[in-house]
C-alpha cells in the first residue's frame, strides 16, 4: 500500500472502470484530483502493476471531515483483503493527519467492520442522508452529532 503518483493515474482509472458498471467513479477520481479536494488516496500493487485504490476526499463540515471512497479492486483481486487493507491503511493515514471524522456512503453490512455506524451520521443534513451515509470518528467521540455536511462538489455529479 502506498501513495500513488501521477504515473499511476492511468491504471487507477483502469482499476475504476473494471470495478464499477460505468465510468462515473473513474471519473469521480480524476474530477476530485482536478479541483483539489482530493486528501489521502492509496494504492495496492503487485508485482509493479496497481491492483486497487482508495481515495478520501474534503468533505464541507465544521469540523475537520473526509469522506471514503471510491475503493475499486480489480476483479482478480477481489476477495483476498486488498480492499480492507487499502481502507484501514486510509483511516489510518485520516486519523494520523488530523481529521476528525470519515463518512461513507455504502452498506452498513460491509463498512461496519470498520467502525462506520449510521446511527453517529443519522444527525447531520446531507444531500445522501438516509441509512446508507455512515459516520467514523477518529478521535473516540463525534466532534458534533448534527449540521450540515456536504461532500466535494464533484460528487454532485454522480446524481
Known amino acids: 500500500m502506498r501513495t500513488p503518483g501521477p504515473e499511476n493515474h492511468a491504471a487507477i482509472r483502469r482499476v475504476h472502470l473494471e470495478a464499477f458498471p460505468t465510468a462515473a467513479e473513474a471519473d469521480l477520481v480524476e474530477r476530485l484530483r482536478l479541483d483539489g479536494d482530493a486528501a489521502i488516496e492509496l494504492v495496492a500493487d503487485r508485482a509493479g502493476d496497481v491492483i ?44 494520523e493527519g488530523g481529521w476528525r471524522a470519515v463518512f461513507v456512503l455504502g452498506d452498513p453490512a460491509y463498512y461496519c ?7 453517529l451520521a443519522a444527525g447531520f443534513d446531507c444531500a445522501w442522508s438516509g441509512p446508507y451515509l ?18 466535494a462538489p464533484a460528487f454532485a455529479e454522480l446524481g
Open 134 to 151: 455512515m459516520a467514523l470518528p477518529l478521535e473516540g467521540t463525534m466532534p458534533a452529532t448534527t449540521g450540515r455536511i456536504d461532500y
Open 113 to 119: 467492520r470498520f467502525g462506520f455506524r449510521a446511527e
Open 52 to 95: 486497487g485504490h482508495v481515495m478520501l476526499s474534503r468533505m464541507r463540515a465544521a469540523f475537520p471531515a473526509l469522506g471514503l471512497g471510491p475503493v475499486g479492486i480489480l476483479a482478480a483481486h477481489r476477495g483476498q483483503g486488498v480492499a480492507d487493507r487499502l481502507i484501514r491503511k486510509a483511516l489510518r493515514r485520516a486519523r
